[in-house]
């Protein structure tokens, strides 16, 4: 079982920056491929950023540029470092770890973290 918390959402104005931040804990959670994932109004779920993999780590298209995605082997926390925020951007972010090759069937989610970006 791996434990997932995030923190670090709030309401932003467009053009601002956030870091979110999510603690991972339990069993060997860096043995895990970790991402984000954003939920937005009416929308399904979607990874934003993270999932590494073969030293590849995914970016949707639409916050390339924007957003950085980072993890801390040592405190076993990952990082999104979201960069000129836009009103698209609003959702409740989700940290969720899982099987490498299966980025799409997280195993284990966090609790998420609302975001909201004014126009």
């Known amino acids: 079982q791996v434990q997932l918390s995030e923190s670090g959402g709030k309401s932003v104005q467009a053009g601002s920056s956030l870091r979110l931040s999510c603690t991972a804990s339990?069993?060997?959670?860096?043995?895990?491929?970790v991402g984000w994932f954003r939920q937005a109004p009416g929308k399904e779920r979607e990874l934003v950023a993270g999932?590494?993999?073969?030293?590849?780590?995914f970016y949707l298209d639409s916050v390339k540029g924007r957003f950085t995605y980072s993890w801390d082997n040592a405190k076993n926390m990952a990082f999104l470092q979201m960069n000129n925020l836009q009103p698209e951007d609003t959702g409740v972010y989700y940290c969720?770890?899982?099987?490498?090759?299966?980025?799409?069937?997280?195993?284990?989610w966090g609790q998420g973290t609302q975001v909201t970006v004014a126009s």
């Open positions: 969720a770890a899982g099987l490498h090759a299966a980025p799409q069937k997280p195993l284990y």
């Open positions: 339990g069993r060997a959670p860096s043995s895990y491929a």
């Open positions: 999932w590494v993999w073969r030293d590849n780590t």
